[in-house]
């Protein structure tokens, strides 16, 4: 391997490795966190009428 092509080499795998974290953090740090000032709503069973179920 040539001089030239090892420089150019180690100067990808910095700039990659500079960069491609960078870019990982800035997505998480831009993503949209859920509302927490939202109630939480409870799923209950529907509530039979009381003349239906005798029947």
């Known amino acids: 391997m040539k001089r030239a092509h090892r ?3 180690a ?3 910095t700039v990659l ?3 491609l974290p960078l870019v990982f953090f800035t997505i998480l740090a831009m ?3 859920p509302p927490t ?3 939480a709503v409870l799923i ?3 509530v039979e009428s009381s003349g ?3 029947q």
């Open 31 to 33: 993503r949209q966190s």
């Open 44 to 46: 209950e069973a529907p």
């Open 37 to 39: 000032d939202r109630p």
């Open 52 to 54: 239906e179920a005798n």
């Open 11 to 13: 100067r990808i795998w």
């Open 17 to 19: 490795g500079l960069l």
């Open 7 to 9: 420089k150019a080499h």
